[in-house]
């Protein structure tokens, strides 16, 4: 997938729009206009990760692709600002701090083992039984993991199963497209 600049854009457009809307006056809707890009139709997951002051303050998202990505973009905002249970609402005294990042997600390709990881490539999602967890690719390098690191404390910390549970779980890669507010004039401080 390609996105245009106009197409990225519009996404932070949207995403920022539609977090401001909900936290200034608890409105919920999205933008459901159909004017946009064939790339903004496309069916795909998404997570959009919410930012104050450089500090996360919420991180949410999907695989499904059964909605518009401009639709799904909008919905994880509002959810990234407001449902992310590990950190507090993002306020309306924050907005002007706010900057958000929306990974655009391929589809998952199953691996069999942590050498088929290419770190800041790939994100990681792992199944076992009812347990899931995932990682976007930035993760691992922002915390300087190497492939067996990232597997061992996405199982730990976001699938909930033991250290070494990767070993005898579902594992698949994904790669994410990234949109950062901060990269558009109109967005920044």
């Known amino acids: 997938m390609i996105f245009s600049k106009t197409d ?15 936290i200034l006056n608890g409105d919920y809707q999205v933008d459901v206009s159909s004017n946009y890009s064939k790339n903004l139709q496309k069916k795909c997951g998404v997570f959009v990760s919410a930012y104050v002051k450089d500090n ?18 909008q919905r994880m905002a509002i959810a990234a600002v407001s449902r992310d249970s590990r950190f507090e609402r993002v306020n309306a005294s924050e907005l002007k701090q706010l900057k ?20 800041g490539k790939h994100g990681i999602f792992i199944s076992r039984g009812a347990n ?12 300087h993991w ?8 996405c199982s730990r910390y976001k699938a909930g199963i033991e250290w070494d549970g990767w070993k005898s779980a579902d594992k698949y890669v994904y790669e994410a497209i990234v949109i950062k507010s901060s990269d558009f004039k109109e967005f920044k401080d």
Do not use: M, W
Request: charged share 25%; hydrophobic share 35%; proline share 5%.
């Open 100 to 119: 958000l990042e929306i990974s655009i997600l391929t589809p998952r390709k199953p691996i069999h083992d942590a050498s088929e990881i290419e770190i």
């Open 56 to 73: 996360l303050r919420g991180c949410i998202g999907t695989f499904e692709e059964d909605e518009p990505l401009y639709k799904t973009v």
């Open 132 to 143: 899931r967890g995932t990682f976007l690719p930035q993760v691992a390098v922002n915390q």
């Open 146 to 153: 190497s492939a067996e690191e990232f597997l061992s404390n």
């Open 8 to 22: 990225k854009r519009k996404l932070i457009q949207l995403a920022t729009c539609a977090v401001e809307n909900y």
